[in-house]
């Protein structure tokens, strides 16, 4: 089955750049969406089809995917982006498409 | 307001069956593909089942295949997940989510989302 790699961390100081990187065999042929996670909620999709935005989400988040690596790159990080982050993608090729990233913590320092 | 309301959770014994449900609300339910996804205590995320708005496509994550079974029943609103042959490390919260696309193929990625019911399976 797919497998998708996070780095389990990512620690950032507030007002500078954060990039969590998600890979995957040619990931950059498939449709990839990221979460957000805070403690004892629900996931909120932040980022889908590799780089577009559900309405809300702030123009700080953003998406890229090429190659192996994708990556959702957050600027001008603000204590709120304190979270857990997942990428996802949907492998049509698969009897099991559903597949969800490591998941990376993000510390705002 | 979109609002997906899971219940049905609990307490079971290994080998035991549990059956969830997820009540829709706030939108046109019959025109959404629909998502299970589960989150173990500490773990992270991970799909476990999905069905196309008119139940014609099927999908589950192999962990869960055989044992689980996926339904909606679009004139009640409703999703459910029947899980039968529990075991242990299937204890987790289980979200009901939304599929992002109006009336198209599943695309994985989950718009909205309930709040989780817990299932424990313990002796």
């Known amino acids: 089955s797919y497998v998708l790699t996070q780095p389990p961390s990512v620690s950032v100081a507030p007002g500078q750049t954060a990039r969590i990187t998600c890979g995957g065999n040619?990931?950059?042929?498939?449709?990839v969406h990221w979460y957000q996670q805070k403690p004892g909620q629900a996931p909120v999709l932040v980022v889908y089809?590799?780089?577009d935005r559900p309405s809300g989400i702030p123009e700080r988040l953003s998406g890229s995917n090429s190659g192996n690596t994708a990556t959702l790159t957050i600027s001008r990080v603000e204590d709120g982006d304190g979270a857990d982050y997942y990428c996802?993608?949907?492998?049509?090729?698969?009897?099991?498409?559903?597949?969800f990233g490591t998941g990376t913590k993000v510390t705002v320092l | 307001e979109v609002q997906l309301v899971e219940s049905g959770g609990g307490l079971v014994k290994p080998g035991g069956s549990l059956r969830l449900s997820c009540a829709a609300s706030?939108?046109?339910?019959?025109?959404?593909?629909m998502n299970w996804v589960r989150q173990a205590p500490g773990k992270g995320l991970e799909w476990v089942s999905s069905i196309s708005s008119s139940s014609a496509y099927i999908y589950y994550a192999d962990s869960v295949k055989g044992r689980f079974t996926i339904s909606r029943d679009n004139a009640k609103n409703s999703l459910f997940l029947q899980m039968d042959s529990l075991r242990a490390e299937d204890t987790a919260v289980y979200y009901c989510?939304?599929?992002?696309?109006?009336?198209?193929?599943?695309?994985?990625?989950?718009?909205?989302w309930g709040q989780g019911t817990l299932v424990a399976v313990s002796s």
């Open positions: 996802q993608v949907w492998d049509n090729s698969s009897d099991h498409p559903g597949v």
């Open positions: 706030g939108f046109t339910f019959s025109d959404y593909s």
């Open positions: 040619n990931i950059g042929s498939k449709s």
């Open positions: 989510a939304r599929d992002l696309l109006l009336l198209a193929a599943l695309s994985g990625a989950c718009d909205y």
């Open positions: 089809d590799d780089s």
